[in-house]
Each structure stands twice: as structure tokens, then as C-alpha cells.
């Protein structure tokens, strides 16, 4: 086997069944348009497939081990073998009652037990380790579908630099909906872990979006969204199918003979309906439909025909086997009312239809009537369009189908509209020859481009892309900060320039601010350093002089900048303004327009701070939030303009102040005012970026933690700048 990167698909199913023969096993490749894209993605030696061989595993067993063993070391399958204490409340319980329904936006449908959730994160770290066993470096992993939501932040946490792509063949549902899921944060942040999320249309990406706005404050772009300086790209990849598996068998002449056999006499209409045996897709829907138009249009009676194909899936869902009887008690209904010794209205069948008959019913059908409620492609009605070499069929496709964003050509439907779905039934049955025509030969373009050997290769060339720019941009790019060297500048420097943040610099962050105030030891290391005269010290912070006087006035020497740099206090003297006769006659005029924002917007609130205004407005409803803080963001401009004074926009917050109140005109005062000849800075956040801005290249900047800066150093966390801070004062 060679050494060359590989690619990891992880899905929770492999295209490989394991069945027990007799006292032993047997495996059998399962076929399938995933598998057929996937397939030279991982043949050969160029990659491994993991998932599940089956369903749950009761006990250990050595001959199917020893089995398993065979298929990954001849076909690189690796078997996730997932105990059927962990397979219930994790397959049948969380995904498919929990994420299936809410998913495909069934929010009454929706059903989860105590344990379920444990389940679903033990089942994601069981193919997170199958994983991890076999990862090599620069090898690259494609995690597939609402199974594996959790497993992009599971690999992340493990490897960091390993490159993650997801994608997700349902559809994203609406945010109103995503909410109503328990654990929706850890759910939404074990996608964003990945650096590339495919979805099946733009829709549902922009569904995604809105949830990360709304549920996660998180901001996005159209393509990308980021956060401590890491990147995911977003995008649409509509998947498609592997056309030649359809038309291949298709020219065989016994399947030509097949075609002619369905075909028939000419006088009935086929109208063919093929599907999982779902909710979503709309098979109980579509019964009615198709009784309405018998019953508004008798002429139809015995020209037209339903062949509903449905295959029994997931049997052990409760809800599953309700479907089941209702569609065979609607079938009984229709052709027990409607039917005649001559003609039954529709033929049920209700099994999985072998690849060459399939084909062949594709071929022999007048319609092809696809109508999910709600569903994340549909390869039915690719799959129709495929095997209509030389007909002129039609297709009747559900615009709640992700394939509708795609196939324009085709008729659309409302699936929930039983009265428009008959309607446009007929006019399918009633369409001219020329305008089928025209409309197929555009859908068979499409199909054929759109292919699934396209889509897993515009994927993966995606996700090289993704990781590269993440390597370039993310990550450690800022290097550790060297304390000997710092120590070696420090010693050597005549007059020093220290600025420190203080939240998340000198203390950690707490959920409280009030609870940062500082510790004795803090005190006791800021005294030191204050003490040595070759020593500027200056805490630089966004606090307010009321809380930063009684917290550090009392250290001697020190100098206090409060309000990211509006006002300062030095050693031994009062507060001031950074600049001396600021204009205070602002307030009175910004005020009154904040507040009548504040009405408008249910949740928003005003700050006030002895040198600056700030409307909040993370409470309120996010899109209107943002809207009405660019309407105020334009309205100050034009009220501010020939002051001093101007309107930032920050995290959910507009903030008015001093247009030179930020944190790099601070240290410039100050580094002007010393002359030092070495300048320390240490911050954490994005107003740090400022200070950092102001230094020289000389200059020692230090970032606490790894996201993405101008400062030149980082250092972990403030335990170890403390360490550093007492190294300086000892040396
Ligand atoms: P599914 O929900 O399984 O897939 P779909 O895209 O329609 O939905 O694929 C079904 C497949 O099963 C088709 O290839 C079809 O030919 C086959 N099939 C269905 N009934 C059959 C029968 N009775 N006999 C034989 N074959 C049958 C999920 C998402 C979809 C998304 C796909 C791929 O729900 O929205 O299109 O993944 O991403």
C-alpha cells in the first residue's frame, strides 16, 4: 500500500452488509449512487471507508471479526462495530426519532427518550476511535449525514490540523425548527469543527447560517463563517447520480424486452412512484391525489395507472409501521372503490425492486411523480430522467425536494395541496409531445453533468482548498513568545513600556465580571514591577474608572487607562480625559436617538459610561437587530460628523465614543510621554489588536491564547503571563 494521502469516508452505513449464513457470515456489498461516487475515492489503497457492516452487534464474535478483518485489508472497509446497548437510543432514538423528523421540519413528530442523546455521543466517538486507529498524516476525512453530526469536533479536538469535510444529504431545517432540538449548540458546534459543510442546496445552507446566528450569536458570511480565527466554508453541493448505472443495464436487450412488456398496450397511462417507505416522502399524500383526480376526471378511469413502488425501511420505528398500514389501507380503499375486473387503479408493490426491473419501470413510465413533503435531494427523480434515453416522459417533482432548486424543467408540485397535486397530475398526462421533449432533453443535461463523480470531486477539491487557507491563516501562525529572549531584551532596555489588558490578560475570563477582581498575589506582582523606576506599568483596559480605581488604585506607580483609552489616571493623580478639553456636550444629543432605538427593538438596551454610549441588542431578534443597528450606525454618522466623536459597530453593540478612545492612541501617548525604548504589551481580545497596532516592529506583542492576531507572540493562557510577569520582576 502506498504512503500518498488518503481520504476517509465515514458514513454510518458501509456499502458492505454483514448476514448471518447458517451458523456463520456472510458479507455483501450493497450498490447505490454513494457508493458508486465514493467508490474510486477509496479503492486501491487510496483511502478507507468506515461505517457499520449491519445493524447492532449483540455479542462478540470471532469468525465475523475475522470476516471484517478480511473486507478492510482487501477492500479497506473498516467496521464500526456498535453494541446494541449504544445502537438504539443512538439510531433508532436520537437520530432517526429525534434529527430525521425535526430535519424534514415533522416538529410533531419528533420524539426523544432519556439515554437517547448519550447514545448519539457514544456512537459519534465510536467512529471517532475507528477513525483515530487508522489516521495517517495528511490523510483527509468526509464525514456524511445527520448520524455523524457530532464527529467533525470529535476528530478536531484529536487533531487539530487534520482536514475535516461534512456534508449532509437531508436538509437543514428552519432555525424555528432546528430549535425546538435539545443540545442544538453541541450539535451545531460539532459541524462547525469541520473546515468545509456541504449541503444539498443553498436553502438549507442559509437555514444553517440563520441557526448559527440566532442560537450561537455567531456571525456569517455568505460562504464562510469564522470564530477565534478559524474558518469553515460553507457551501451547496447538490449531489447527483452515476448515470450509467441506469442506462448500462438499460441497453440490455432483455431489459428492452422487459420495457416493451410493461409498455403494453398503449391505451393506459403508467404513472410511476418509487420510494423508501417514509413520512417524508409523501406516499399517503400523493394516494389521495391521485383518487381526487379519478374522482373529479372519471374519463381517466381505466387509462391511468399508479405503480407505487415503496421499499419497508426502518420497521422498528413505531412510526414506521403506522405508515405502513395507512398506505396499504389507502390502497385497498382507492382500488376497491375505483377499480374494475379490466383495470386496477394503482399496482402496490411493496418491496425492494432489483436494479434491471427498476430501470426497466423507469423506461416504460408516462410520468415519474416525485413528492416528498420534504426531502434533501431526491434521486428518484434523477434516476427517471436517466432511463428516459428515448422517451418523453415527465416529471412531476415536489418543490419541497432539494432537486427542485436544480431541475427547473420539471413540473413542480405543492405535495401538501392534494387539489394541486391532481391538478397537475393531469396536465402531466395531458402535456404535449414537443413541450415533454424540450423539457427532458434540458433535465437529461443536467443529470448528465451533474453526476456523482462531479460532486464527490468538486467536494474533495473544495476541502483541499478549505484546509490549505486554514493552514495559511489559522491556527498557531503567531509563534510562542521565547522568555529568555524577552528576558535578555528586557534586561538590556534602559527605559521599559509595560501595557496590560486586565480580563483574560492578568485574570481569567469569568462569567461574572464582577467576580475578576484581583488576587493578592496579582497586587503583589503589579507592586513589584510598578516599584523599579526604569518601569512604566500600565493596565489598559475597556472598564469603566469605577471599578478599575478601587480594584488597582492603590498600587503605587501604576498607571490606569479605563474606557479602551477615553480617560486615565496617573500615579498619585485624578481621573481625566486621555485628551484634555474632550467635547462633554455629546451626550445630551446621542442619547435621546438611543433610546428610541431601544423602544423599537424588544430586548436592546442602552449603556451608559462616563465617556461613552453603547446600545446593546444581543437579546433582541437577531436579522432585526442587525438591520436597525446599520440604519443607527448611518443616522450617527450624519449627527456626528463635525465632532470628535464617532459610532463603532462591535459584538451585537453600536458604541459611541471618542474616536481616539481605543487602546492603541493610549499606548502612543504613552510611548511618546516615556521615550521607552522597549514596549511589552499583553492583551486578549479584539480591542488588544489596537494596542498591538500602535507598537513598534521591535516591540514585544503577546496575545493570550492561539486565535488569529497582529500581536508577534502568544502565550496559552494568564497563569503563564503571570509566570512571565514574575520572571521579569525577578530579573
Ligand atoms: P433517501 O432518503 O434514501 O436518501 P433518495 O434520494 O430518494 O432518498 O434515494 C433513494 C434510493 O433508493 C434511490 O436510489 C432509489 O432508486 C432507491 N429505491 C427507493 N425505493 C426503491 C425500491 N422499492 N426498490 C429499489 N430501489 C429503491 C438520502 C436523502 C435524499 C438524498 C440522498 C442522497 O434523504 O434526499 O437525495 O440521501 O444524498
Redesign the pocket.
Known amino acids: 500500500m502506498s504512503d500518498a494521502p488518503r481520504t476517509i469516508v465515514v458514513s454510518y452505513r458501509l456499502p458492505l452488509t454483514l448476514r448471518r449464513v447458517g451458523p456463520g457470515w456472510r458479507g455483501e456489498r450493497s450498490a447505490?449512487?454513494?457508493a458508486t461516487a465514493l467508490g474510486p475515492v477509496v479503492r486501491g489503497g487510496r483511502g478507507l471507508w468506515v461505517g457499520a457492516a449491519g445493524d447492532a452487534v449483540t455479542d462478540a464474535d470471532p469468525e465475523r471479526a475475522a470476516l471484517l478483518a478480511q473486507w478492510e485489508e482487501r477492500e479497506g472497509f473498516v467496521a464500526v462495530e456498535i453494541p446494541a446497548s449504544v445502537h438504539g437510543g443512538f439510531y433508532d432514538g436520537f437520530a432517526n426519532g429525534a434529527l430525521w423528523p425535526l430535519f424534514h421540519h415533522f416538529p410533531t413528530r419528533f420524539h426523544v427518550r432519556p439515554g437517547d442523546w448519550e447514545a448519539y455521543v457514544e456512537a459519534n466517538r465510536l467512529f471517532r476511535d475507528a477513525v483515530l486507529a487508522r489516521l495517517r498524516p495528511g490523510d483527509r476525512v468526509w464525514a456524511h449525514?445527520y448520524q455523524l453530526l457530532l464527529l467533525p469536533a470529535l476528530l478536531r479536538e484529536a487533531r487539530p490540523d487534520l482536514a475535516i469535510g461534512f456534508?449532509l444529504?437531508?436538509?437543514f431545517p428552519a432555525s424555528d425548527v432546528f430549535r425546538v432540538l435539545p443540545h442544538r449548540e453541541e450539535l451545531l458546534r460539532g459541524l462547525l469543527a469541520a473546515d468545509l459543510l456541504g449541503f444539498?442546496t443553498w436553502g438549507h445552507a442559509q437555514h444553517f447560517r440563520w441557526s448559527l446566528l440566532r442560537l450561537l450569536g455567531m456571525d456569517s458570511g455568505l460562504d464562510r463563517v469564522e470564530r477565534e480565527g478559524r474558518v469553515t466554508r460553507i457551501e451547496a453541493f447538490p449531489?447527483g447520480?452515476a448515470p450509467e448505472e441506469f442506462t448500462r443495464p438499460l441497453a440490455l436487450p432483455r431489459v428492452q424486452a422487459r420495457v416493451t412488456e410493461l409498455r403494453g398496450r398503449g391505451d393506459v397511462r403508467r404513472v410511476l412512484a418509487?420510494?423508501?417507505l417514509?413520512y417524508?416522502?409523501g406516499i399517503p399524500e400523493r394516494l389521495r391525489a391521485f383518487r381526487l383526480l379519478l374522482e373529479r376526471h372519471p374519463e381517466w378511469r381505466g387509462r391511468v395507472t399508479l405503480i407505487q413502488?415503496?421499499?419497508p425501511?426502518r420497521e422498528r420505528v413505531s412510526r414506521y409501521r403506522e405508515l405502513r398500514r395507512e398506505v396499504s389501507e389507502l390502497v385497498g380503499e382507492i382500488n376497491g372503490e375505483l377499480g374494475t375486473p379490466e383495470w386496477t387503479p394503482v399496482v402496490y408493490?411493496k418491496?425492494?425492486?432489483?436494479?434491471e426491473e427498476?430501470v426497466a419501470l423507469y423506461a416504460a413510465a408516462d410520468v415519474c411523480w416525485?413528492s416528498?413533503l420534504r426531502?434533501?435531494?431526491?434521486?428518484?427523480?434523477k434516476?427517471y430522467v436517466a432511463c428516459q434515453e428515448h422517451g418523453h416522459g415527465v416529471l412531476l417533482l415536489s418543490e419541497q425536494?432539494?432537486?427542485a432548486a436544480e431541475m427547473g424543467e420539471a413540473l413542480h408540485v405543492n405535495p401538501y395541496d392534494v387539489e394541486d397535486s391532481a391538478e397537475t397530475l393531469l396536465r402531466a398526462l395531458t402535456l404535449p409531445e414537443g413541450e415533454r421533449r424540450e423539457r427532458l432533453a434540458a433535465l437529461r443535461v443536467r443529470v448528465h453533468h451533474g453526476t456523482a463523480h462531479a460532486w464527490a470531486e468538486r467536494f474533495l477539491g473544495r476541502l483541499d482548498e478549505a484546509s490549505a487557507e486554514r493552514a495559511l491563516h489559522g491556527g498557531p501562525s503567531v509563534a510562542p513568545l521565547s522568555v529568555p529572549d524577552l528576558v535578555a531584551a528586557w534586561s538590556a532596555a534602559r527605559r521599559r513600556l509595560l501595557l496590560l489588558d486586565y480580563d483574560g490578560t492578568l485574570t481569567p475570563l469569568r462569567p461574572r465580571p464582577s467576580d475578576a477582581a484581583p488576587d493578592a498575589d496579582l497586587l503583589e506582582l503589579l507592586r513589584g514591577l510598578a516599584a523599579d523606576p526604569r518601569n512604566t506599568l500600565a493596565v489598559v483596559s475597556g472598564r469603566p474608572a469605577a471599578v478599575l480605581e478601587p480594584w488597582l488604585g492603590a498600587v503605587e506607580g501604576l498607571h490606569l487607562i479605563a474606557e479602551h483609552g477615553a480617560a486615565r489616571r496617573l500615579p498619585g493623580q485624578a481621573w481625566q480625559p486621555l485628551r484634555a478639553g474632550a467635547d462633554a456636550e455629546w451626550k445630551p444629543r446621542v442619547r435621546p436617538l438611543l433610546d428610541a432605538f431601544t423602544l423599537r427593538a424588544p430586548g436592546s438596551f442602552v449603556e451608559e459610561k462616563p465617556h461613552a454610549l453603547a446600545w446593546h441588542y444581543r437579546l433582541t431578534e437577531p436579522q432585526f437587530g442587525e438591520w436597525l443597528a446599520r440604519e443607527l450606525l448611518a443616522t450617527l454618522e450624519g449627527l456626528l460628523a463635525a465632532t470628535e466623536v464617532r459610532a463603532v459597530p462591535g459584538n451585537k453593540v453600536v458604541e459611541v465614543r471618542f474616536a481616539w478612545a481605543h487602546k492603541g492612541e493610549a499606548a502612543r501617548t504613552l510611548l511618546a510621554e516615556t521615550g521607552a525604548d522597549l514596549a511589552l504589551a499583553i492583551g486578549d481580545d479584539q480591542t488588544d489588536e489596537d494596542l498591538f497596532a500602535a507598537l513598534r516592529p521591535e516591540d514585544w506583542s503577546v496575545v493570550v491564547g492561539r486565535q488569529a492576531s497582529r500581536a508577534r507572540f502568544h502565550l496559552p493562557v494568564p497563569d503563564a503571563v503571570r509566570a512571565v510577569l514574575r520572571t521579569l520582576s525577578a530579573a
Open positions: 447505490g449512487g454513494l449525514d456534508f444529504h437531508i436538509p444539498q449531489i447520480i418509487v420510494d423508501r417514509d417524508t416522502k413502488v415503496a421499499v425501511s408493490l418491496r425492494s425492486v432489483a436494479r427498476l416525485v416528498p426531502d434533501g435531494m431526491n434521486l428518484v427523480a434516476e425536494a432539494g432537486a
